[in-house]
């Protein structure tokens, strides 16, 4: 394609998409109005739409030998060129829509700093896999700085220090950095190993990486929420022991019976049925009625009562383990 047919394809796609913009405005406005769309404006808009989209793709073909151009100096970075190509594709797309050739600038110089700069990301975050975004500004700062090193090296024989590579950079993108920020850059490079939190920290010793982050200690709303949960689980199991039914009488007497049932006393187990009987002066039957009566009243089974003291011991370890 000639420069003249360049211009007038670039002259054709802005016309036409100054005109599609203009008449989607218009029928946005028919819209928003909740009124019908004439069928003018419906096929004036369709029309454009379909002349820019031929003018961007006359232009797009016609550009591609400056796409595989500059893409040949991406390879053999660890990424697979066809990635490249479809990076700088999309430069090239972005290109074509934002030139202007009325300011008289040659598209394929315009182009190429779009091509670069999409293909230059590709590689970069495309190469190291990396899970983590790292600013542009950042990578382009480390890749500088690597180039300034091997140069370094290959003339004098040895890596260089600080103060070396500041002298002998030409670079100001090194010159700037300050001797805290440089040895940064050269100590955590962007491009190292990304380390799962599931690995092992050593060979020696088989914990996860990631438990060395998190610390033993619960955060303040665990242990808040353990701490509510033990106070409301004391209240209510000593509700169950002390307050009978109003009905029933000998109150004392069943407190005494509940807390050797469930282990509230000197010996600190639950006892059995007929050994509780024999300790109060009744039978076995007898003792069963009166624990199950309190245990109904407050809405429990015996097994639902003795699920809640688990539950209790098990937040009394968990506070003990705390403290």
Same mark, same amino acid.
């Not at 990396?130 to 890749?143: F, G, S, Y």
């Given at each position: 394609? #000639? ?5 007038? !394809? ?22 928003? &109005? ?33 796409? %595989?151009?500059? !893409?040949?100096?991406?390879?053999? &970075? ?7 190509? =479809?990076?700088? #594709? ?8 934002? %030139? ?16 670069? !700069? ?7 975050? =495309? ?11 950042? /990578? ?12 370094? =090296? ?8 600080? *103060? ?16 805290? =920020? ?38 303040? *709303?665990? /242990? ?5 949960? /033990?106070? *409301? ?51 076995? *039957?007898?003792? &069963? ?11 429990? #089974? ?11 011991? #098990? ?9």
């Amino acid at each position: 394609m #000639t420069r003249k047919q360049s211009v007038g !394809c670039f002259q054709t796609y802005h016309e036409a998409k100054q005109t599609y913009e203009k008449t989607k405005a218009e029928v946005d406005t028919f819209l928003k &109005r909740k009124e019908p769309v004439p069928a003018a404006l419906v096929e004036s808009l369709n029309k454009n739409h379909q002349v820019c989209d031929q003018q961007r793709n006359t232009l797009m073909v016609a550009n591609m030998r400056l796409v %595989f151009s500059i !893409c040949s100096h991406y390879t053999g &970075r660890g990424v697979d060129s066809d990635d490249i190509i =479809q990076e700088a #594709t999309l430069g090239l797309m972005k290109a074509v829509e934002r %030139f202007d050739p009325r300011l008289g600038n040659s598209f394929s110089t315009y182009a190429s700093w779009w091509i670069r !700069c999409f293909a230059g990301k590709g590689v970069q975050y =495309q190469s190291n896999k990396r899970v983590t975004q790292v600013p542009d500004n950042r /990578l382009a700062r480390e890749q500088t700085l690597m180039r300034e090193i091997d140069a370094f =090296q290959s003339k004098h024989g040895y890596s260089p220090s600080d *103060e070396e590579l500041i002298m002998s950079t030409a670079r100001a993108t090194i010159k700037k950095l300050s001797k805290r =920020q440089l040895q940064l850059l050269r100590a955590n490079p962007s491009t190292g190993k990304t380390i799962s939190f599931e690995a092992p920290i050593s060979e020696n010793d088989a914990r996860a990486f990631g438990q060395r982050l998190c610390g033993s200690e619960p955060s303040p *709303e665990t /242990l808040v929420m353990t701490m509510q949960g /033990l106070t *409301e689980l004391k209240q209510e199991i000593y509700k169950v022991l002390t307050i009978a039914d109003p009905r029933k009488s000998n109150p004392e007497r069943n407190n005494v019976i509940m807390r050797m049932r469930f282990g509230f006393h000197s010996e600190m187990s639950r006892m059995p049925l007929k050994n509780i009987g024999d300790k109060v002066g009744i039978t076995r *039957e007898r003792t &069963r009625q009166i624990i199950e009566a309190r245990l109904a009243y407050h809405g429990y #089974t015996e097994r639902l009562f003795i699920l809640k003291l688990d539950n209790m011991m #098990t937040l009394l370890e968990a506070v003990s383990d705390i403290g």
